[in-house]
């Protein structure tokens, strides 16, 4: 059983640079492996042993290459559930989905507690409208339990060409069986900033994702606000079920909302790995009051932001705890075009406060609980003449006045939007209340 340690250690430590020169066909990997201090010698002597064990006595003949990359898989897997092995395929999809556009259903996931869970549905795309929620614990997909899945093989799973159908079960807390859901896959395209006015003055834009043009897209949209009837009087900034992205995206968008300070800091063990990020004067847009809104959705970047904004006291938070992701991952390209996905330091707020596992606490907290009559509502649809199929249109000629009919589609929607959506209403109560506020100080100094 440990005829490979005949030779010595120094015949051990050859072949196992003779392997990883085969299979990774990289110079360096070898001297990196040479690098490994001697008192890891016998660890790797250990893995050799095993790899020849296997490689010769398993009841059917492996491929030595595939003995490796499960190593390297279950390595990185046993850190923590973001640190991943991305196969050449996958590392060309994360990048692709950074520039929001990306095959498959519209969810994020991660593993807590050792099960498959959704952080949140992406706006918009199959799983969102099949209603996949935040904490939905993914049990099993295509009928096989997911419980020795890595977070990966999980993603891998659930992709698949536009059109093509896949079966998901569910547990969601509060319901006592699985809920299955079949969801048809898509191309998943992320409007990353959603902007529209709530009343006059009052904005409300909403980050469903930080991207490669989150923050030029998000100017675009404070202008146009800005360039409407009463400005900008207050702002509500919607990051609930925001999964997070991009972290230069993330620090850019505090900046815009902040004029100087620490926005977000990294600690690692690594020298490059401790950064500090600041808020600069030019450019930003501070002459408004904000809420911001979150729930155990909202992760990473989101979380970012949400913690530079109440740590300044530049904006109110409003909602449920956060997902609690305060984590960095480096991506480390390869040679071989694959990549290291390596968690390499944590995110702390400009106080000092650790994001990871904590999450953000609100300074208000508020469940999204629909009003009683948004519920009675929901159970019985009211059914009316514009419900019927090919009404008459309400004008002779059919086309007179569409843009007044659109104007009040829309004035419709957002009286819904506040109805249905307690924690909007109350963000928008808020903001109302802090302009009545400043006005009354500005009378009393007057």
Not at 251 to 258: A, I
Not at 287 to 297: A, E, K, Q, R, S
Request: glycine share 8%.
């Amino acid at each position: 059983m440990r005829f490979l340690r005949k030779n010595g250690t120094l015949a051990t430590l050859l072949l196992l640079c003779l392997l990883v020169g085969l299979f990774f066909l990289s110079g360096k990997a070898v001297t990196k492996v040479l690098a490994i201090a001697k008192s890891e010698y016998e660890d790797l002597e250990t893995f050799t042993d095993i790899l020849a064990i296997v490689k010769k006595n398993y009841v059917v003949e492996v491929d030595p290459k595939d003995l490796i990359m499960g190593a390297i898989k279950g390595m990185l897997s046993s850190l923590d559930p973001h640190s991943a092995y991305l196969t050449p395929d996958l590392y060309k999809e994360l990048r692709t989905e950074t520039q929001g556009k990306f095959g498959g259903l519209g969810i994020e996931i991660t593993i807590r507690d050792g099960i498959l869970t959704v952080v949140s549905p992406i706006e918009d795309t199959p799983a969102y409208r099949v209603g996949i929620k935040s904490g939905d614990q993914i049990i099993k997909i295509e009928n096989e339990f997911t419980k020795d899945l890595s977070l990966l093989e999980a993603v891998r799973k659930m992709r698949g060409a536009k059109g093509s159908k896949i079966n998901i079960s569910v547990r969601r807390k509060g319901v006592a069986r699985l809920l299955d859901f079949t969801i048809v896959r898509d191309t998943i395209r992320i409007r990353s900033v959603r902007s529209r006015t709530l009343e006059e003055g009052y904005a409300y834009i909403r980050i469903a994702q930080f991207q490669e043009r989150t923050n030029r897209d998000l100017q675009k949209a404070l202008k146009k606000l800005k360039s409407k009837k009463g400005g900008i009087v207050g702002l509500v900034l919607d990051l609930r079920n925001n999964p997070g992205g991009l972290l230069t995206q993330a620090v850019r968008t505090s900046d815009l909302f902040l004029e100087s300070g620490m926005i977000v800091y990294t600690e690692g063990r690594l020298e490059h790995q401790r950064q500090k990020y600041f808020a600069h004067k030019e450019g930003s847009w501070t002459d408004f009051p904000m809420v911001i809104l979150v729930n155990g959705g909202s992760a990473s970047a989101s979380e970012i932001v949400a913690g530079a904004m109440q740590d300044h006291k530049r904006a109110i938070v409003l909602g449920t705890k956060t997902f609690g992701k305060g984590s960095v991952q480096t991506i480390l390209p390869l040679d071989d075009n694959s990549a290291l996905r390596l968690t390499t330091a944590r995110y702390f707020t400009p106080k000092g406060r650790s994001i990871q596992a904590t999450g953000i606490v609100p300074d208000i907290v508020l469940e999204n609980v629909p009003s009683l009559q948004a519920k009675a509502e929901t159970r019985r649809p009211v059914l009316r003449e514009e419900n019927l199929p090919g009404h008459l249109s309400n004008r002779p000629d059919g086309e007179e006045g569409k843009e007044e009919d659109k104007e009040e589609s829309e004035k419709k929607k957002k009286e819904d939007d506040l109805k249905n959506d307690t924690q909007l209403k109350r963000a928008l109560e808020l903001l109302k209340g802090w302009e009545v506020f400043k006005q009354l100080v500005q009378k009393k100094a007057a």
